[in-house]
């Protein structure tokens, strides 16, 4: 009975340990994704609750961050297409949509002609992400936000890394050509 | 290759997958190099803004600290109805105020207009105190019943 106990007790440890170590990078996914940072506090959430459900069925056939990030794209993705879930959620949540991310550029040694410019490009880039296509949208922010390469980007998302690589190229062609003339 | 590089082709260059002639362009063309480079930057500076932006937006450390010691985030819902019943009494309140702020000024302008009024009559009707000797040269045609303002329909005194 002692050492059931002590097995739930370091399951529970593990696990929120896995909370503590992964929670900002699933809930910066959602939030890039969605724009909202109230929908963005729910995926993570739900992405957690999903996570310790199907804990037990985790065969470790990939990383930590690949099984938490999988779950993360997938709730996305139907928080996306579930339109009329979404319109609820905004309604009930009174949702903060993050418009501005330029000014959370790192200022450092530059002067203040370069910061404003190196600003207008990273919200350039912004917008730009917006109007991508889901997919594309998806595996630009992984790679770009989540420095993850081709291969995890693939295990997280469910396509041939061919198709990944494609998306990619699609997503950085429309973000270089929205940034146009900033270059 | 003489032109500039396409856009298909700056995106190889991101994604490290650049071929032996797009390198060399790039040696010899500092345009693209400049563009590449500053589109480089961009992303890269695109990275640090996301993540500063979600951390900034969710603040997870403090709330997990919270959590550990006890304080839950939870209000109870009769606590979150008296305080809409506060905020609906404080517009209510704001409505009427403004209301009542909206009609004085009206009241203000009525009794200006009432003071211009008086003063007017006044004015015309009265003579300055120098020239009071020569009214006694002239005569009102129609007494001292005259309109304020109007012509003065005076006959002179033989």
């Not at chain 1, 929120?16 to 963005?40: G, I, N, T």
């Not at chain 1, 501005?100 to 917008?127: C, F, T």
């Not at chain 1, 997280?156 to 050509?177: I, S, Y």
Request: glycine share 4%; hydrophobic share 40%; with cysteine.
């Amino acid at each position: 009975m002692a050492d059931l106990s002590h097995d739930v007790a370091r399951e529970r440890a593990e696990f929120e340990s896995l909370v503590r170590l992964y929670w900002p990078k699933v809930f910066r996914f959602a939030l890039a994704s969605l724009r909202d940072k109230d929908a963005a506090e729910t995926i993570a959430q739900d992405c957690f609750v999903k996570a310790h459900r199907a804990r037990g069925r985790f065969r470790n056939e990939c990383s930590d961050a690949t099984w938490l990030m999988r779950i993360a794209v997938n709730l996305v993705r139907d928080h996306l297409r579930n339109r009329r879930l979404r319109f609820w959620k905004h309604t009930q949540t009174y949702g903060q949509p993050v418009e501005d991310i330029g000014h959370w550029i790192d200022e450092g040694q530059r002067s203040p002609e370069a910061q404003a410019l190196l600003r207008e490009r990273v919200q350039a880039i912004w917008e730009a992400t917006k109007s991508l296509p889901e997919r594309q949208r998806t595996v630009f922010l992984l790679r770009f936000v989540e420095d993850m390469d081709l291969l995890d980007i693939a295990a997280v998302t469910g396509m041939k890394e061919g198709t990944v690589k494609t998306h990619l190229f699609r997503a950085l062609q429309a973000v270089w050509e929205r940034m146009g003339s900033q270059l | 290759m003489n032109s500039h590089l396409t856009t298909q082709q700056v995106s190889a260059c991101i994604l490290e997958e650049a071929g032996a002639d797009i390198k060399r362009h790039l040696e010899e063309c500092p345009d693209c190099r400049t563009e590449l480079q500053r589109f480089r930057e961009s992303l890269a500076e695109f990275r640090t803004s996301v993540r500063e932006c979600s951390s900034a937006q969710f603040a997870w450390e403090r709330r997990f600290d919270r959590e550990e010691t006890g304080h839950s985030r939870f209000i109870p819902s009769s606590i979150r109805w008296l305080a809409a019943a506060f905020v609906v009494g404080a517009l209510a309140i704001g409505f009427v105020r403004d209301d009542s702020e909206r009609q004085s000024p009206m009241a203000a302008v009525s009794a200006d207009a009432r003071l211009l009024t008086q003063v007017d009559t006044q004015l015309s009707q009265s003579v300055p105190r120098p020239l009071e000797p020569l009214t006694s040269l002239v005569q009102w045609s129609e007494g001292a019943e005259r309109e304020p303002g109007a012509p003065a329909n005076i006959t002179e005194k033989n």
